[in-house]
């Protein structure tokens, strides 16, 4: 890591900027199969050589059930830049466990997709009511049989998303706990480690028997073999160190600056930090952040021009709804798609934003 840069996000706000919204996945009516999904959350999404957009979820099947409960991971692609998308493709499910903790990330070099991920070790339907009440019981007897809490796998697609691989546990690579930043990975492209995988997230966090996290280190997953290996490398800062590293999240997003720093967001409500590109494809100082401002309402865009030194614009993207987090990638030099959540944790909307005009 050369350099770590939290937005600091104190600014005016200008108006709204009107888009029209187009639902990508509705709880209720987006159905696969005997899969009743009642919740669509956490978007990631990259785009492939091809130009084709793919965008991840959580598909939760049980609001009854605790938080995060039974949740898929499922995609859509699109071909027109999000003007039509495919049917839902399941890229991974474990029944009644559920997967949570995912990094999507793109190897344009394999043209290779993967989703890395975290499995809790137990039968959602048998938890009654939500949060830490419902569930230390079950850590307490996993942590006494001497089970693991949860189990890190990985999928793979190498046809843009339409087929995925069976799961591979990659426990032995990752250790106990891994988190995979609820975030899009990226493939870097500057310096030496042109080519290397990067997904957010963190490592070894230290849980009590019944669940509750104590510590936790914060960084980067890498891949230096398209994705065959993959190890840790921990952010530390003596603010991170005097509180034992519980004032950063493991959900976090990480962007490319022009000169190969990695600028690293850590949850704002996990917003999404994206570098914008220029017509010939090379990264500029301009970093764009979705991110909500206030009671986690109204989706906002802040806008760095000096490579996240500063943050001289905001632009209220989505209005008097709730949105947590949300995802964005570049299709061209004019156009950015932005995905967010939307009608309390069900639905996930998709627009496209123009960049000149966030610009001014």
Known sequence: MKNLIIPILALATSSLVAQDATPVFRAKVDQLGDHKYECYREPVTVKTNSGRIVVGVHAGNRLSWPE??????????????????????????????????????????????????????????SIKGRGYAATKDIYQKLHDDGKPFTTAYMVHSDDDGKTWSKPKDISNMTGGNAHFGASEGRQLTVGKHAGRLIIAGGDKRDMTPTGKVNNKNVGVWISDDHGANWKFSEITTPEIEKTNGMNMSCEARVTELKDGTL??????????????????????????????????????LFVSKDGGASWKNQTQLVSDQYVKYSAMLQLDANTVGLFYETSHYKDIEYKTLKIDALMK
């Open 263 to 300: 600028l690293y967001n850590a949850r704002i409500s996990n917003g999404c930090s994206i570098t914008l590109t220029d017509k010939a494809g090379k990264l500029t100082n301009t970093v764009w952040l979705s991110a909500p401002k206030g009671k986690l309402n109204n989706c906002t």
């Open 68 to 125: 995060r409960s039974g949740q898929d991971l499922v995609i859509r692609y699109s071909d027109d830049q999000g003007k039509t998308w495919s049917p839902l493709i399941v890229a991974a499910e474990h029944g009644n466990h559920s997967c949570q903790s995912h990094g999507l990330v793109y190897d344009a070099q394999k043209n290779r997709l993967m989703f890395l991920y975290v499995v809790y070790n137990w039968d959602y339907s």
